[in-house]
């Protein structure tokens, strides 16, 4: 919690002049963009390909150990449980990904 | 108890509970009115979202138009939902960071323009006028229905309740009375249809009956309801009728229509950090999925219930709930080959249908159909009420700040005082409760196109500006200008044309690519990302300290509570 990239001062806005922090600044932001782009990719799988754009060839199998056609299930159920999922994992890396670059806030006081 | 004193009692209950929360959390400066002082629990707040996200439609309307959509009723589960992961991973936390009060004040700020500014209000206010004028109106049907007051009645009560709650504790008022909203709908929804999961496929976990057996026929429900269609000369109902292109508009509209709403937005501006943003957004989805999982299975038991209970019964025969209903008009029985029984079917079938049901009924009248005590009955048109005015008052409070705060204080007046600014914002929350009872009471015929309406304007205008806002540095004042008004002028012109203009040539053969007019706002927000990309491309860059700012709100140290930043 004491340590701060150079040229930062504690709790108050990072520097965005110096050289070093600004580097460390965008490689935590192309870390950020990677995630982003995995999890949208999820997100569109299980919403518009599983549960619009295949739905009627996944309508012939069932979700095993129900009566669910399952590209009906990933349309009314699945896609949303999945959804849920993607934020919670999200917020996991995130909150790493702020300690990893020394980016994550201070506790307030 | 008769049922109307169990509904007496649980909407004077929970009211009395409103007002008393209102009481206790006035708001005592701008800060507070606006975004409840910063200081909200990511946990609260996702309950408060979730009230103020689900409105009189998804509680009465929504498992009913699944019920009769089949399939097609997809576009609404996954359209008002996925549009929460776009909000925790594109917007919320960095609007957080930014730490404005409302959405034209960022858009205002990173496009250095006063008519930017100007533009996204009016955008904002266009947008959560069209959405409240829907929710007073749903006020007034649940007191009318429930209560058998005069619907204007009702529509004054409500406007009475919100107007102490949203005058008085601006945000943080309202934030506080959501929480509570949204425990009494959501027990209010779950309760009935637990108990119709257990009769039908005696699994009490609503989602789970949805995938399990039919009780009495020993078949999958799903399939047995798909088989009672096929009969009766409707479609499959796991298939639907729509197009697939058609359909991928839609959600895509309502996805992106549901990340850029203001009113939506505004609430991540209320938690502490950053990173309470970012949760609060999973815990808000948590909150919206109980109810949105449930509601297929509601629409299902529902249907299967309704086909079971008349299909080719002789009229002598049908259940008390039946007459009842048919005595309010949302149910209509007309006897066309004379044999006095009632035949439901479909477009498919040789005999003409003789049975007309409202879509609402599906879940008012849940509780009579599976035959369960009165006070759920009363519970039912708690929640409902609940699910109005938590939307209610998170649409007023958008348009009150956009006055008071944007179009006020960052526009006309700047050196307004802070008491001056928040005598303002009172006194604009005031007019705007009076303008949307007058909407609730003297509603504009096309309530239902107008909500479409409310979520493409949103997908065509805020989204791609804020997003690329955050996203791309180069993004300039001319480009997202020209962006945010081509997207609005082709998604309102098409709306427009084939809803108000030329309602008779609205369906698919007349539509441009077999697109409808509720899709169409994801074609005004590509239109927006087109041009305010290319525009931004060919205009001089944007100054250097709008520039640092960009960079500053991509990264979560140094958020504090929300302030302006002086740009």
New interface residues.
Partial sequence: MSEHPPGSHAGERPSVTDPLVTARHEEYWRRNIRYVGILLAIWFAVSYLFGILLAEPLNAVRLPGTGFPLGFWFAQQGSIYVFVVLIFVYVRLMNRLDREFEVDEQEVA | MNVQAWTFLCVAASFALYIGIAIWSRASTTKDFYVAGAGVSPLANGMATAADWMSAASFISMAGL?SFMG?D??VY??GW??G??LL???LA?YLRKYGAYTVPDFVGDRYYSQLARVVAVICAIFVSFTYVAGQMRGVGIVFGRFLEVDINTGVYIGMAIVFFYAVLGGMKGITYTQVAQYCVLIFAYMVPAIFLSLLITGNPVP??G????DQASGM????RLNGLHQELGFAAY??GTKS?LD??FI??ALMVGTAGLPHVIIRFYTV????DA??S??WA??FI?LL??TA?AVAVFARTNLIGAVSDTPYSDVPEWFTNWEATGLLAFDDLNGDGRVQFTGPASPVPNELTVDRDIMVLANPEIAGLPDWVVGLVAAGGLAAALSTAAGLLLVVSSAISHDLLKRTLMPRITEKGELLAARISAAVAVVIAGYFGMNPPGFVAQVVAFAFGLAASSFFPVIILGIFSRRTTREGAILGMVSGVTLTAAYIVWFTLMHPELNNADHWWLGISPEGIGTVGMLLNFAITTTVSRFTPEPPSHVQ?LV??I????????AHEISA
């Fill in positions: 699944i399939y009723g997809s589960l996954m939902t996925g929460y992961v925790a991973l594109l936390p989602q789970l949805l995938g399990g057996v999958a429900l799903l399939e796991t298939s697939t359909v991928f959600t895509a502490p950090r950053v990173r970012r949760i957004v999973g989805l948590i999925a949105y999982t297929p640092v960079e500053l991509r990264i979560p140290r140094g958020a504090g509570s």
